[in-house]
């Protein structure tokens, strides 16, 4: 069974750290989709975009007050990982939206603007139960890729 990752971007701004994550999964060969969708715009296609996805891992852009991946795991069963985006405060108000997310909703953060980081962490998620990502992912990390 292909295992698929899903990148969502609160806003067309968050291109750049969407093609870092977008750059790994190619590398490890997991096949993504990337979509603006924005929760503060229009919560009910985030809504109808994670009840319909096939995706087992989401990764979620966002800036400033960086709802959408908060939004997005309290849809969800399934791992959302969080990528704050610098701001005008270089991204403690997004890492801060993330992390304090209430008990029983988690969402997985990487550091500030670490596309990088949040594909590598959606290919260990997927490694657990896909012994041919596992051995692409060790392979990629051995290698010391950026």
């Known amino acids: 069974?292909?295992?698929?990752?899903?990148?969502?971007?609160?806003?067309?701004?968050d291109r750049e750290i969407a093609k870092k994550a977008e750059t790994v999964l190619e590398k490890l060969g997991i096949?993504?989709?990337?979509?603006?969708?924005?929760?503060?715009?229009?919560?009910?296609?985030?809504?109808?975009?994670?009840?319909?996805?096939?995706?087992?891992?989401?990764?979620?852009?966002?800036?400033?007050?960086?709802h959408l991946p908060g939004f997005v795991a309290s849809l969800t069963t399934k791992p959302v990982i969080g990528v704050p985006v610098s701001g005008k405060l270089a991204g403690l108000e997004s890492i801060l939206s993330m992390v304090q997310m209430p008990s029983g909703v988690p969402?997985?953060?990487?550091?500030?603007?670490n596309g990088t980081n949040?594909?590598?962490?959606?290919?260990?998620?997927?490694?657990?139960?896909?012994?041919?990502?596992?051995?692409?992912?060790?392979?990629?990390?051995?290698?010391?890729?950026?």
Do not use: C, W
């Open 1 to 13: 069974m292909t295992r698929t990752v899903s990148i969502l971007m609160g806003s067309e701004s």
């Open 31 to 66: 096949p993504y989709e990337t979509r603006v969708i924005s929760a503060h715009r229009n919560h009910k296609e985030v809504d109808r975009y994670v009840e319909d996805s096939k995706s087992d891992v989401f990764i979620a852009i966002a800036g400033l007050a960086a």
């Open 107 to 113: 969402v997985g953060t990487v550091g500030v603007d």
């Open 118 to 146: 949040a594909a590598l962490l959606a290919a260990a998620i997927l490694a657990i139960s896909d012994p041919a990502t596992s051995k692409k992912l060790q392979e990629y990390r051995s290698t010391g890729t950026k």
